[in-house]
């Protein structure tokens, strides 16, 4: 009776590794891909384009990897009240939009690579997930800011130390990422040279 009950575990539990990411098996594709890589273009260059009214000295805190709430107190009175409406409003739209794209990008192409390199192991179908990790962390930073440069200059020490974990924490997973990303097409290229070297 136990040895059935744990082969049926057993089973249960590959066939719940193998549809873990269902949705996304079937949406990753290079079309798909390409469409990604023009909408972040777009996306991208409007967010600049958002951004440019902030002065040239006061860098945005989410290109920073942490800061201290004075730090994000300074950045939010240089860039006035007028700034501070626009950040509120470009943050609520277009970075909002970028890193959805981005992470989706992120975790096509990693599905896409490991499709091609035949990895089947349960760690590179999770891997594919760390993109939408990013995205909690890059969202969660932005509703902060939003939060403190809306009720400025009401000071709220405790959310900006939140805010610059998440900024710190979403750099750490972009990190790994892109070092995924990074072994995962070099695996490919000598994929795709053993090929050649096979047919030659």
């Not at 575990?9 to 891909?33: C, D, G, H, N, Y």
């Not at 007028?82 to 939009?97: C, E, N, P, Y």
């Amino acid at each position: 009776m136990l040895p059935s009950f744990l082969l049926g575990l057993k089973r249960l539990t590959m066939s719940e590794v193998q549809t873990s990411q269902p949705w996304l098996e079937r949406i990753a594709s290079w079309r798909f891909l390409a469409v990604l890589i023009v909408l972040y273009g777009i996306v991208f260059t409007f967010l600049m384009r958002g951004m440019g009214g902030a002065p040239g000295d006061n860098q945005p805190l989410d290109l920073m990897f942490s800061y201290s709430p004075e730090q994000v107190y300074a950045n939010l009175a240089q860039l006035g009240e007028a700034g501070r409406k626009t950040r509120i409003l470009v943050s609520s739209t277009l970075d909002t939009a970028y890193p959805l794209v981005y992470s989706t990008l992120f975790a096509v192409l990693i599905t896409l690579l490991t499709r091609f390199l035949r990895l089947t192991h349960k760690v590179w179908k999770w891997l594919a997930l760390l993109p939408f990790v990013i995205l909690a962390f890059d969202l969660s930073e932005n509703l902060s800011i939003n939060v403190m440069a809306f009720l400025y200059p009401q000071t709220l020490t405790a959310l900006a130390q939140a805010a610059s974990l998440f900024t710190s924490v979403k750099w750490i997973f972009v990190g790994l990422v892109l070092v995924s990303l990074a072994v995962l097409a070099l695996l490919s290229v000598f994929r795709l040279l053993r090929r050649q070297g096979r047919g030659a």
